[in-house]
C-alpha cells in the first residue's frame, strides 16, 4: 500500500472561496409517477448549520440522496462546492461527508477496520491517515468497541460509528440523514456540542422528524412536507415569532405545516 | 451530458485494491471461504480420484472434464452475496457515494472472487503433486487445463456478480448465475446440442448455440492443451462485458 496520496485525493481543506456549500436550485425528482421532491430551492453556505425537519416520507431522504449524488434530479440543478452533481459526481463526493439514511454498515467488519477502509477510500493515508482516525474514535467516544464487530455495538454507537465514518476525512460539506436517530437524550446533548464544534468553515445539513432536536442543534430550519418546502427559516426568527404570539416554537413550526396544508 | 465518474488510473486501482480486501475479509470473517474451499476441494478431489482409481492414467482430463458443472454450483454460490447482500443491507449507498466509481467497486470485487477462487484451484495442487510422483503427466497439459479452469471461472465469476447486481436477494443471484452457468455449459453437451438439432433440423439451433454461446468448446480446447486465440477473445470477451453491463445495472439500479 503507497504510504503517501496522490495531491487530488488528499482531504479537502475547505471550499473554494466565495463557493456556496450546498445550492439547490428548482429540484424536482419523481419515483416512478410518484412526484417525491417538488422544485424545492436552497442553499447551506459554509459556517452554517442547517436542519431539516419533516416527517417521515416528506422528501428529506430523497433530497439528501440527490445531493450525495446517490440519485439524479428529475429537474433542477443541485451543486456542492460548486461542482454539480450530475456532472461531477466524483468531484462533489470528496467534498462531501454523507451519512445515508438508516446508518447502513458493513455488520461483520469490526469497527477499527471499518473506520479504516472509510478513510483509505477517501484517500487518507500515512499519518494524516492516523491522526484522523484518533480524531474520529475520540470524538465520536468509540475508543471502547474499536475491537468489536459492528453487529455487536448497540444502536448508540452504530449511529456514531456511522457519523465517524462520515467525518473521518473532515469534509467541507457534511450531510448526515437522522444522524441523532437511535441516540439517547445525552447522546443527543452531545451530539450538537460535536456538531456545532464542527462548523467553522464547514456547511452542515442534517435532517430529523424530531423538532426539539432541529432547534436545538441547528440555526435554521427548512420545512418540508409532501416533498414542497414550506420554510426556510433561521431558528432566531421562529423563536421571535413564537414569544411574540406567547407560544411556543414547536407551536409557530405546526402552524406553519398546517396551514400549508390547508393552502 | 458527460459524467466524470471514472478515476485516473493509480486512483482506480489503490481504490479496486481496497474494495477487494475489504471483500476477501469478509469472505473470511463470514466463514464462506473456509466452508466453500473445503467442500469445493473435497468434492473436486474426491470426484476425480475416483476417476483415477478407474483408469489408472496419470493425467487431469478426468479433473478438468469434471470441472463445469461444479463450478456451475459452487461460484454462483461465491458471487451470489457481492451485490445482493449490498443492496439488501443498503450498505450499496454508502459504498457508491464514496469517492469512487462503479468501475472500482465492481473491478474489487471481481478481484476477491477471483482470488477466492483462485484458493479453490490450490486445493487441487495436490493431486498435480500426486500424479508427478507416481507417473509421468504431461505438465504443458496441465498448465493449459488450469488456464481453461482459471478463463472459464473468471467467466462464471463475472455473469454471477451481473445477476447478483440485478437481484435484491441471494437465493435469486445465486439461481439465475447457476442458471445462466448450466446454460454455458450445457449448451456444449454433445447430448444437449443432438436433442436441440432434432428439434429443427434445418436450422440446428443447438449446433449454432455449442459454436456461438457455450462455454464448452473453448474450455475443451483448454483441456486438450490447445490454446487458441479465439478461444482467449470468448472469455475475456463475455466476462468484459458482463463486468460491463453489472456497473451499468449500478448506475442505473438506485432507490
Redesign the interface.
Known amino acids: ?2 504510504s503517501a ?2 495531491p ?2 488528499t482531504t479537502p481543506s475547505g471550499l473554494p472561496a466565495g463557493s456556496p456549500g450546498i445550492s439547490v436550485e428548482g429540484v424536482t425528482r419523481f ?1 416512478g409517477s410518484t412526484l417525491a421532491v417538488d422544485g424545492v430551492s436552497f442553499q447551506v453556505r459554509p459556517g452554517e448549520i442547517v436542519g431539516f425537519l419533516g416527517p417521515n416520507g416528506a422528501g428529506k431522504s430523497t433530497l439528501l ?1 440527490m445531493i ?4 439524479p434530479p428529475s429537474a433542477g440543478r443541485i451543486a456542492v462546492g460548486s461542482h454539480d452533481v ?6 462533489v ?2 467534498l ?1 461527508g ?1 451519512l ?3 446508518n ?6 469490526r469497527v477499527d ?1 471499518f473506520l479504516e ?2 478513510a ?4 487518507l493515508r500515512g499519518a494524516h491517515l492516523r491522526d484522523r482516525l484518533d480524531w474520529a474514535v475520540e470524538s465520536c467516544a468509540l475508543r471502547e468497541v474499536m475491537a468489536k ?1 459492528i453487529h455487536e455495538c448497540s444502536k448508540g454507537y452504530r449511529q456514531r460509528i456511522g457519523v465517524a ?1 462520515a467525518l473521518v476525512h473532515d469534509p467541507p460539506v457534511i450531510v448526515l440523514d437522522e444522524p441523532t436517530h437511535g441516540l439517547d437524550p445525552v447522546q443527543v446533548v452531545a451530539f450538537r456540542g460535536f456538531i456545532q464544534g464542527l462548523r467553522e468553515g464547514k456547511a452542515i445539513l442534517f435532517s430529523s422528524h424530531v423538532l426539539s432536536e432541529v432547534v436545538a442543534i441547528s440555526e435554521r430550519i427548512l420545512v418540508i412536507q409532501k416533498g414542497r418546502l414550506l420554510a426556510d427559516t433561521r431558528v432566531e426568527e421562529l423563536q421571535r415569532r413564537a414569544g411574540e404570539a406567547g407560544k411556543d416554537v414547536e407551536a409557530v413550526v405546526l402552524g406553519i405545516v398546517t396551514a400549508a396544508g390547508n393552502a | ?8 488510473g ?2 482506480a486501482l ?2 479496486a ?3 477487494a480486501r ?1 471483500e476477501i ?2 469472505y473470511f ?2 466463514n464462506i471461504a473456509y466452508v466453500y474451499t473445503v467442500g469445493f476441494v473435497v468434492l473436486a478431489n474426491s470426484i476425480f480420484m475416483n476417476d483415477f482409481f478407474l483408469t489408472g492414467t496419470a493425467d487431469m482430463t478426468a479433473f478438468f472434464d469434471r470441472l463445469p458443472l461444479l463450478l456451475a454450483i459452487f461460484l454462483p454460490a461465491v458471487t451470489m452475496r457481492l451485490w445482493a447482500e449490498e443492496k439488501k ?3 450499496i ?2 459504498l ?6 462503479p468501475r472500482e467497486a465492481v473491478a474489487g470485487k471481481y478481484a476477491a472472487a477471483l482470488l477466492l477462487y483462485a484458493l479453490f484451484l490450490a486445493g487441487s495442487l495436490p493431486i498435480v503433486v500426486m500424479l508427478f510422483v507416481l507417473g509421468r503427466p504431461d505438465g504443458g497439459l496441465i498448465a493449459s487445463g488450469y488456464a481453461g479452469a482459471l478463463l472459464l471461472g473468471a467467466q462464471f465469476i463475472a455473469s454471477g456478480m451481473f445477476f447478483s447486481a440485478l437481484a435484491r436477494d441471494q437465493i435469486v443471484a445465486f439461481v439465475t448465475s447457476s442458471l445462466a452457468a448450466f446454460a454455458l455449459v450445457l449448451s456444449g453437451n454433445d447430448r444437449v446440442v443432438e436433442v436441440l438439432d432434432g428439434l429443427w433440423p434445418s436450422v440446428a439451433p443447438g449446433t449454432i448455440l455449442d459454436e456461438s454461446v457455450s462455454a464448452m468448446p473453448h474450455f475443451d480446447a483448454f483441456v486438450r492443451g490447445s490454446i487458441q486465440l479465439p478461444s482467449l477473445v470468448y472469455f475475456g470477451g463475455t466476462s468484459a462485458v458482463f463486468l460491463w453491463m453489472t456497473a451499468l445495472v449500478l448506475r442505473q439500479d ?2
Not at chain 2, 1 to 8: C, H, N, Q, S, V
Not at chain 2, 96 to 101: A, D, H, R, W
Request: no cysteine; aromatic share 8%; net charge positive.
Open positions: 500500500m503507497p496520496a496522490p487530488s485525493r419515483y440522496k450525495s449524488t446517490w440519485l450530475v456532472e461531477e459526481p466524483l468531484a463526493r470528496r462531501l454523507y445515508p439514511e438508516h447502513s454498515l458493513y455488520e461483520v467488519m477496520a477502509f472509510a483509505r477510500i477517501r484517500g464487530r465514518a | 451530458m458527460t459524467r466524470k465518474d471514472a478515476l485516473g493509480g486512483e489503490a481504490a485494491r481496497l474494495i475489504r475479509a469478509a470473517d463470514s443491507h443498503r450498505t449507498e454508502l457508491l457515494t464514496f469517492p469512487i466509481g438506485r432507490t
